[in-house]
């Protein structure tokens, strides 16, 4: 069994370096689709974000503590949901979105929010308070001393869309169960990886997890040095 | 187009919260500006610049004098606005938000390319490859993509029943009967056969080998009890699992007994990860020969198929287009033109020739020229005993413009 396991990584190697077609465009689709995905759940969490982190309001630690709740959804919880209100039969059936690309990133953009914006929540309010307060008392707008506020924690927030789009690359239940692992339009590397494995083909498997855990490890690293630089 | 609507959704999301967070801040402004607190920290200020003013009654006041106020304005844009004014922080938010569209449109587009036809399929017939072949010709000729969505036969059916998919490809005649009796699917065609076979490990404990299909259960039933032999079950009300049952059923077993005892395993997955599992656990099971052989000659598992041979054993797999009339989405025209290619004489012959090359026999063998011809009437009597309702493939009442489909009969 452990020379199965050899031969299935120098397989897996020999499949990466030829560049096979097959998991090129699967790597291709993950990064497309989890990148859409990331984008979508910036735009709304970064803004969202400023406004729990700076802004006091009634009902702020409700809120907070409803997105620290979140952050555990399980992904094949949400899959089930999203399943059923996308499914012909459900109530945005209309939307024709189950088994699409698109249906995928939105579900995946649904399901990075809380961690996007719990995350970005956290990196605003560690910023030290006095240069919020610094920025209006030398006569900064609301608006320009968030936005100072949000320049202080830029390592934070992008830390945030890190692990944001580490876990919608990694996840498997909203991938599986929106977008059924259709070949050549809905299959990414991690419904990939359990097909591959489940009927057999090691190698690929292999393989595909390999890109993966890549994948997941350059981002990373890149963010840090990015992050670390100021 | 209402498929591109989540997008004007997530535009609009976008649009609130954005311009809740620019016009908010003129309210606050103002309020804060009137506030004791801004006041006292202005005051601290110009105490420590020493630029306290004194008002027209000649008393000095805790107000800033309007002069500074400016000056100090200019302060806060040189030291905190260099790095990321407003201006460059509304624009990074913006074009976060512009290429998450860029992308949304751009996966939306690859989603509604030209018309497709969404297959929900029996894991059996997916994991060997042939669905892959047979896809990709049927997609060749006749510019339409079909989409496999590979699950077990009680799951295929129920996504058609939610009108998830176009056409079921599935084996369970009793499982198909009750889809057909409730209206979800129209003009069933029995595609191809093939037979399961019990699997186990090479030295038999239960000693089945050869032996008829219902002795070989009642063989590995006392083997079970006596500690020598497990049996894994797919429990995943798939085909194969059906079939399962209705052999304990045939053996005068009761499976919801054996189920709780501990020689009977339940996976609860596909055929290729049950397979492994009873491999790894060296135990019997029940899988259709297609899988089997995949696995056997690609050396995953190092089980025997044992017992091959009986009538009971039968696997007759048919393909089922939703109802149009009870799943007015679903894409029917595609769907009958799929189950069209898969009863003609090109997509019989594929399925004939798949795997011939490399298993030296074919994994599925076609079943519309067997029905029609009466070339080998045993086994067309099995068929019909085991997968015709009321003595025909689809009675009329289950018909829904099926054309020339059933001319032959």
Redesign the interface.
């Known amino acids: 069994m452990v020379e ?1 396991i050899i031969e299935g990584f120098e397989k897996a190697f020999q499949l990466i370096l030829s560049g096979d077609p097959e998991v090129l465009s699967i790597s291709a689709r993950s990064i ?2 989890s ?2 995905a990331t ?2 759940a ?3 969490s ?3 974000g ?2 729990i982190g700076v ?1 006091s309001f009634r009902g702020k630690r409700i809120v907070r503590s409803t997105f620290n709740a979140l952050l555990g959804i399980p992904a094949v919880a949400l899959g089930v949901i999203l399943y059923l209100a996308l ?4 109530p945005l ?11 995928i ?2 579900g995946q953009a649904i399901l990075i929010t809380p961690i996007a914006v719990s995350f970005i929540t956290s990196a605003i309010e560690s910023v030290d308070p006095e ?1 919020h ?1 610094l ?14 506020v ?2 202080e924690s ?1 390592g934070g927030v992008a830390l945030a869309i890190t692990a944001s789009f580490n876990r919608a690359v990694a996840e498997l239940g909203v991938a599986l169960m929106i977008g ?4 050549g ?1 809905t299959r990414v590397l991690t419904t990939a990886i359990a ?1 591959e494995t ?3 083909e ?1 190698a690929l498997g292999i393989a595909l997890a390999i890109i993966l855990l890549f994948l997941v490890a350059v981002i990373s690293v890149l963010m840090n040095v990015l992050g670390g630089r100021r | 187009m209402p498929s591109i609507t989540p997008v004007y959704v997530s535009l609009g999301i976008w649009y609130i919260s954005i311009s809740h967070l620019l016009l908010a801040p003129l309210r606050l402004e103002k309020r804060l500006k009137e506030s004791l607190d801004l006041k006292l920290v202005c005051s601290s200020i110009c105490f420590r610049d020493k630029q306290l003013y004194t008002d027209s009654n000649g008393q000095e006041s805790a107000e800033m004098h309007p002069e500074t106020y400016r000056a100090s304005h200019e302060v806060v844009h040189r030291r905190f606005m260099q790095g990321l004014t407003l201006v460059q922080g509304v624009l990074v938010l913006v074009l976060i938000a512009v290429a998450a569209m860029v992308g949304v449109i751009y996966l939306q587009s690859l989603s509604s390319s030209a018309s497709r036809v969404v297959v929900s399929t029996t894991t059996s017939l997916y994991d060997t490859g042939l669905l892959e072949v047979v896809g990709a010709k049927f997609g060749q000729e006749q510019k339409i993509g079909v989409s496999f969505i590979s699950a077990g036969t009680g799951l295929a059916i129920q996504y058609a029943q939610r009108g998830d998919s176009d056409v079921i490809l599935v084996h369970s005649p009793s499982q198909e009967l009750t889809f057909l009796q409730g209206g979800d699917g129209v003009n069933r065609k029995i595609i191809a056969y093939n037979f399961f076979m019990i699997v186990g490990p090479s030295d038999d404990p239960a000693r089945v080998r050869g032996l008829s299909p219902l002795e070989t259960l009642k063989k590995i039933k006392q083997a079970g009890e006596a500690g020598v032999a497990l049996w894994a079950s797919r429990g995943d009300d798939s085909g194969t699992h059906t079939k399962e049952k209705s052999l304990w059923k045939a053996a005068a077993i009761d499976v919801a007994k054996i189920r709780e005892e501990s020689w009977y395993v339940e996976a609860g997955a596909g055929m290729g990860k049950t397979l492994q599992l009873a491999n790894e656990k060296q135990a019997y099971t029940l899988s259709d020969a297609g899988t089997y052989l995949k696995y056997a000659r690609d050396g995953l598992i190092s089980l025997e198929a044992l017992v091959t041979q009986g009538r009971e054993l039968l696997n007759v797999y048919s393909v089922i287009a939703a109802n149009p009339s009870k799943h007015p989405d679903a894409n029917f025209e595609d769907a009958m033109r799929f189950i069209e290619f898969l009863v003609s004489q090109e997509g019989q012959d594929l399925i004939e020739s798949y795997g011939q090359e490399d298993y030296g026999q074919p994994l599925f063998y076609p079943a519309v020229r067997l029905l029609q011809d009466n070339t080998n009437p045993e086994l067309l009597s099995w068929i019909r005993s085991y997968a015709y309702f009321d003595g025909s493939e689809c009675p009329p009442q289950y018909r829904h413009q099926e054309g020339a489909l059933y001319e032959e009969e």
């Open positions: 199965a497309l689709i990148g859409t984008l979508l910036a735009a709304w970064i803004p969202l400023l406004l802004r499914s012909r039969s459900g059936g209309f939307f024709h979105m189950l088994y699409t690309p698109l249906g990133a939105l240069i307060r920025a209006k008392t030398l006569g900064a707008s609301e608006t320009e001393a968030s936005f100072a949000l320049r830029t059924g692992n259709i070949r339009s097909m489940g009927r057999g090691l």
